[in-house]
């Protein structure tokens, strides 16, 4: 811009923003986070984790609407949207949406699904692990269904039979330290179950999304069923692109509880698959895979088996500052496909039509970005509602400096200038 275009600017405009030795990048958009509502000891939760995803550049989230325990999960799948969007209405700081879990337990989830896409949620997950999954004819019935209605399926693939003879030889020979955890959740469980997915996809031509690969065998599945011509997309989360299964070697089994997540870290080799992938656009983006337990409470860490610690760890905040320093700063990806992985893919595959990118006629989602700024990532500095993060004292480049959300401004100078309730629900249609 000329010194004349900009006093033009400045004139016509309504305010002017200096981003002088910035980067100005759309609003991050992540589509995998598990926010946990609001209770009576934690009246701040839902909203807690919105202001923390607007620290780290993300402007809209969608989440997953699981319970903490199954004595809490609702009696339909229709009774579980109504009961979460009266929980976060009026509630975040910034745009997000939701895509609900389908629970195997309940007598027929899938036939509420055409009823759910025509609310404006046109994606939902099913598990094909732990008790509440999707048996095999039903995770196809509900693909099916899915397409049909105009929606499309996300999968947590691990194949339970493996997993499941795993655990139990585990526990039956003693070995119920954290780290079992990960070697009884092999890579052949996780490849096999997405090449099943992905058969699915393809006879019953729908579209079908593998959430959190971790692998270089799962992302084979997907590369070779995109060859064959299936509607099939997946994504990664920065921690298996920043840290590998040497994490479970520690000898502090509370240290070792932080990252029980599923599917679990893996090799080396694995996470450079990985970085290929991102690279080459057969991983489609990153999303969090954000879980905002505690370490002494929801993570229960402290002598318990492994098959009992929460899953996940927290990373809604800092998912910006990582991919841009993991991936960009080591020449992995240019910051162009950053900008698709985390924003423009997102809106796109999920029918967020005014976000993702900075053009006329969208929402004026921005964020000024430092990309010279050198920092360790502490807990201590983070704003989510768990009390520790697995990225802790990591060194990155790269800083969040303000935020805008629909034109506003949520975060002002690293300070949170926006209000609680600004947030609006996405109705989302896929295109």
């Known amino acids: 811009m000329t010194p004349e275009e900009g006093a033009h600017a400045a004139e016509t405009a309504g305010a002017v923003v200096t981003a002088d030795g910035l980067l100005v990048l759309p609003g991050v958009i992540d ?13 701040d939760r839902f909203y807690q984790d919105s202001l923390a995803a ?26 579980g949207i109504r009961r979460w969007k009266a929980a ?14 389908i629970d195997g337990t309940l007598d027929d989830p899938v036939a509420e699904l055409p009823g759910m896409v025509d609310q404006g949620i046109p994606t939902a997950k099913a598990f094909m692990v732990y008790d509440f999954r999707l048996a095999d004819a ?19 693939c691990e194949d339970p039979v493996i997993v499941d003879a795993a655990v139990a030889d585990a526990l039956h020979r003693g070995n119920t330290s954290p780290r079992y955890h990960a070697t009884t959740r092999p890579r052949l469980a996780e490849a096999i179950a997405t090449a ?38 997946a994504e990664t989360c920065p921690h298996y692109l920043t840290y590998t299964d040497d994490r479970y070697a520690n000898p502090d089994d509370a240290e070792v509880a932080k990252v029980v997540i599923s ?20 991983l489609a983006l990153v999303g969090t895979d954000h879980v905002p337990d505690r370490a002494a409470v929801e993570k229960r860490i402290d002598g318990v088996s492994f098959d009992q610690i929460s899953n996940g760890a927290p990373g809604i905040e800092t998912l910006l500052s990582v991919v841009w320093s993991e991936g960009v700063g080591r020449n992995r990806i240019t910051p162009e496909r ?6 423009t893919t997102p809106a796109r595959l999920f029918g967020l039509a005014r976000k993702g990118s900075i053009e006329v006629g969208k929402d004026a989602d921005l964020v000024l970005f430092d990309p010279n700024v050198k920092r360790a990532i502490r807990a201590s500095d983070l704003h989510h509602t768990s009390d520790y993060t697995p990225y802790e004292g990591l060194e990155v480049q790269g800083a969040v400096r303000s935020v805008f959300v629909r034109g506003r401004p949520v975060i002002r100078d690293r300070a949170f200038v926006g209000q609680r309730g600004y947030g609006r629900f996405a109705e989302r249609r896929l295109a």
């Open 31 to 43: 589509v995998h986070t598990h926010t946990r509502l609001a209770t009576d000891e934690r009246p």
């Open 54 to 79: 607007a620290y780290g550049g993300t402007t809209t989230f969608l989440t997953f609407n699981t319970t903490a325990t199954r004595a809490e999960a609702p009696p339909s799948l229709t009774e």
């Open 88 to 101: 976060t209405d009026h509630d975040s700081a910034i745009d997000y949406g939701l895509s609900p879990v």
């Open 138 to 156: 039903k995770l196809f019935e509900a693909m099916r269904t899915m397409a049909t209605a105009g929606g499309m399926l996300q999968v947590h």
């Open 196 to 233: 099943r997915a992905m058969a699915f996809a393809e006879a019953a031509d729908a579209p079908v999304y593998v959430v959190h690969l971790s692998s270089e065998g799962a992302l084979e599945a997907v590369r070779s069923a995109k060859a064959r011509g299936v509607r099939a997309c």
């Open 263 to 282: 599917p679990p870290l893996r090799t080396a080799n694995d996470r450079s698959a990985l970085w290929t992938g991102l690279a080459d656009g057969s």
């Open 338 to 343: 950053l900008v698709d992985v985390l924003a």
